[in-house]
């Protein structure tokens, strides 16, 4: 499994999660565009890795809304950076052409975003 397909689509899923820190709307663009790239064409890999992500950015984005409420900056950084770390996660496991769900909530994205096909 050397070359998947949609292994393309999968990356530039994850690296949406940069958009995020520039602006959420950027982040909305390039996830949003890979989404709409592969759709209707069965790519199960790009899809697998696109539910991931989806669910990796709505996370952020809730995360991002109660950040302001938490006096602690230490805490919020930390946060942050666990965010950062799961979708580093995912992007190792689309480079390395594997289908891992992401540890405690991957399985849970498979199931709620199951519309990302």
Not at 30 to 45: D, E, P, R
Request: aromatic share 14%.
């Amino acid at each position: 499994m050397s070359n998947s397909p949609g292994k393309g689509l999968a990356i530039l899923g994850y690296c949406s999660v940069f958009g995020l820190f520039i602006h959420i709307f950027l982040f909305i663009a390039i996830l949003g565009t890979a989404v709409l790239l592969n759709n209707g064409k069965g790519q199960q890999f790009a899809a697998f890795h696109l539910r991931q992500m989806f669910g990796i950015g709505i996370v952020a984005i809730l995360i991002n809304a109660f950040t302001p409420i938490i006096e602690q900056g230490w805490l919020a950084l930390l946060i942050i950076s666990l965010i950062v770390l799961v979708a580093v996660l995912g992007l190792l496991s689309a480079l390395r052409n594997q289908m891992i769900a992401l540890p405690f909530i991957g399985d849970y994205f498979q199931k709620w975003f199951s519309f990302i096909k």
